[in-house]
């Protein structure tokens, strides 16, 4: 009476006062009053082990509710066994929940050893006394395979769960009702108990109603209600609703695009452990988007979506993308392409492309074109249109098979036809150059617009090529159009070809500044055609022959002849400034200024001969690949002579690196060796090989 108000006001602290005299008497019931009120914390500080004791003795006499509290109270406790044993005493007697829960821990082997015979015994038992989550249980297993599978059964059960106001049950017929078990299928009905299930808070409704809302497959597409439905779920901490609220925010989807926002739903979905959100906040992290750009947190959950029995194939690849560029990892062609293969196994088709990649340029192991071929096969029948525009290629350049420009067309096709610009570039410079079809400038052009339009540099390049060269008509100010589009994502070729047109004044006022400005960018790359023209910027606009000299020297490393000759020819005013150039540029490591040190040093002009001092700058330079050295050192070596004592093993060393360039001297020299069997046996055979 004073624990409820019932015709005296309320008050628990009475409750308990007379509670414990009739407890002190051995009262079951007062006993389990007392019980809850411990588990409760209601008037008392809350105690489990008081709890416990009190429940104890009412259930030692046979209380029903007194032992269902008990073995609860022992299940928290995380002792199944005796929970089941106090579950079971108070089922005896017929309390519905506690059949309920014995039927639970038989089915799921908790406490004893899964029996699933029993667990239907005890549901059923507890399901014909009207107790909603016993019928709920009942239905699942007649749903599942347990009991024979029936769905009429389960339709049944579900629908005596439901009207008691089992969510789970409600959301369940949704699903019978949609995939038609054990009635008609009724999409419209399903809808009905999903928004019956869902508007009761059941978070797996919720989502799955924004689902439905999202793909408009059975009930009009409406990303409004679908963010609506995702985000109630997502309050609920919903993992499948959190991804796909990320995914929206990711992607544009129905919202305004907000990385920031995506970043934040993927988070919370990562740290539940979903590999997929994993991936995708790893992502946001490795292209900084919503997030401040870090390798480091990439590769963090990445490494997370991948430890794990089923590994998430696209955090494989990403590790794998990380691992060959070396991005906040050690790069290691090793680990990248066993990544690459580990989500390659699983079907994934970037990474299938990727090895092929590999295959093909030597990457990892072994140039294998083979391989590369069969990679690239299975990636591209997965319709990755990468990895077809790179079947092309391997047709194209006849590489691991017989060059076939029709099945090149074919597969570059099938790439474009998928958005694929670099392929529909492919095509164009295919029409272009009359590779495998007639020579045609129109198509060659449609197909370099294509790409253009996606932005692809190398096509708005070839563009400006066709413009400036003007094989169907010449239009410069069109061509720098397209050459400054490509220049701006960092093309060289378009750099440098801006530069010359400013540094020539053709068909544009000649501007030295903007010359210089395009022509560092290309240079900056390594484009020795730019880095020429810089030098003679310096020397004609400029009149800074030094900085002249210093970019002569960077294009003649790379042997480009305009300047070498550029080199000759500039007129220093003394020797003491020749040399005083060479050593500088030789010393920060420039193979040509190296080998002409060496020149100096040989003939003695403008300093005394020295063969010691040209043997290291010609051995400085040869070691950076330099023919011209390499010949110079195989012929003092050969030769011998002061400071460098003749070695014909050492000559034909030298001699045959220089050789392997294509000079010409230099195979002349070995031939002659083999014949007169200077440092090797005489053979005439490699003698007429070589000559």
């Known amino acids: 009476m004073y624990e409820n108000g019932d015709g005296v006001p309320q008050s628990y602290e009475k409750a308990m006062l007379w509670y414990r005299k009739a407890a002190e008497q051995e009262n079951a019931s007062a006993q389990n009053s007392i019980g809850v009120m411990y588990r409760d914390g209601s008037i008392v ?38 929970a089941l044993e106090w579950f079971t005493k108070a089922a005896e007697q017929g309390l519905a929940i506690a ?67 089992c969510t789970m049950a409600m959301y369940n017929l949704g699903v019978l009702y949609q995939l038609g078990r054990g009635v008609l299928p009724d999409n419209s009905r399903a809808v009905e108990f999903y928004k019956m299930a869902a508007k009761q808070g059941l978070a797996e409704a919720q989502q799955y109603l924004g689902q439905l809302y999202h793909a408009g497959e059975i009930i009009p ?61 790893g992502f946001l992290y490795q292209h900084g988007r919503g997030v401040l750009q870090e390798d480091s947190m990439a590769a963090l959950w990445y490494m997370m979506a991948v430890d794990r029995e089923n590994p998430n194939a696209d955090a494989l690849f990403g590790l794998g993308v990380m691992y060959y560029h070396g991005k906040d990892v050690s790069q290691d062609d090793t680990k990248a392409m066993e ?48 990895a077809q525009k790179n079947m092309g290629k391997i047709y194209f350049n006849g590489k691991g098979v017989s060059q076939d420009y029709q099945k090149a067309m074919e597969w570059y096709m099938k790439a474009a036809e998928r958005g694929d610009a670099s392929a529909q570039c492919n095509i164009g410079m295919m029409y272009d150059g009359g590779h495998g079809v007639s020579q045609d400038d129109r198509k060659a052009e449609e197909w370099y617009l294509k790409a253009a ?83 003679e910027i310096y020397l004609n606009y400029l009149e800074d022959e030094q900085g002249a000299y210093d970019w002569f020297v960077k294009a003649a490393d790379q042997g480009y002849m305009r300047a070498q000759w550029n080199i000759k020819n500039m007129g220093f005013d003394s020797d003491d400034q020749t040399m005083k150039c060479y050593l500088k540029a030789a010393e920060q490591g420039h193979a040509y200024a190296q080998f002409e040190l060496g020149n100096i040093y040989r003939n003695g002009y403008p300093v005394p001969e020295d063969n010691k001092e040209a043997l290291g700058w010609y051995l400085k330079a040869a070691e950076q690949g330099l023919a011209d050295a390499q010949f110079n050192l195989g012929e003092m070596y050969r030769n011998g002579g002061q400071d460098v004592p003749q070695d014909y093993r050492k000559a ?40």
Not at 128 to 139: E, I, K, P
């Open 339 to 386: 990544h690459y293969i580990r989500a390659a196994d699983k079907g994934h088709a970037a990474a299938q492309n990727y090895i092929g990649e590999m295959f093909y340029d030597g990457r990892g192991g072994s140039q294998d074109f083979d391989k590369a071929k069969e990679w690239y096969l299975k990636s591209a029948e997965q319709g990755h249109a990468p």
């Open 45 to 82: 500080k809350q105690s489990y082990s008081n709890a416990r004791e009190w429940f104890f003795r009412a259930a030692e006499q046979g209380h029903t509710e007194a032992q269902f509290n008990l073995g609860d109270i022992h299940r928290r406790d995380n002792d199944h066994p005796k």
């Open 99 to 165: 059949q309920s829960n014995v039927g639970a821990m038989y089915y799921e082997g908790c406490g004893v050893k899964q029996d699933l015979s029993e667990a239907e015994v005890w549901f059923l038992k507890a399901a014909n006394q009207g107790c909603a989550t016993a019928q709920f249980s009942t239905g699942a297993m007649y749903d599942g395979e347990e009991l024979g599978q029936d769905y009429y059964a389960a339709l049944g059960w579900y629908s005596s769960a439901a009207s008691q106001g």
């Open 453 to 535: 339009d996606q932005g692809f540099a190398k096509a708005q390049c070839n563009l400006g090529l066709m413009r400036q060269v003007g094989r169907q008509y010449q239009d410069i100010p069109k061509a720098m159009e397209w050459y400054l589009k490509a220049a701006e994502q960092g093309d060289a070729i378009s750099q440098r070809n801006l530069g010359r047109i400013y540094q020539s004044g053709k068909s544009v006022p000649r501007d030295y500044e903007r010359a210089k400005k395009w022509c560092l960018k290309a240079a900056d790359q390594g484009d020795a055609d730019s880095q020429c023209s810089l030098g």
């Open 652 to 691: 034909m060393e030298w001699f045959l690196k220089a050789a392997e360039q294509g000079r010409a001297d230099a195979q002349f020299c070995l031939g002659d060796m083999y014949r007169n069997s200077q440092g090797v046996p005489r053979d005439y055979h490699k003698a007429m090989e070589w000559f």
């Open 221 to 281: 597409q409406d990303t409004s209600k679908a963010k609506k439905w995702y985000s109630k779920a997502a309050k609920q901490d919903e993992v499948n609703a959190l991804l796909s609220l990320g995914k929206m925010y990711n992607e544009g989807d129905g919202v305004a695009q907000d990385y920031l926002k995506a970043a934040r739903y993927y988070f919370r979905a990562a740290n539940q452990g979903h590999a997929i959100a994993q991936y995708n906040l």
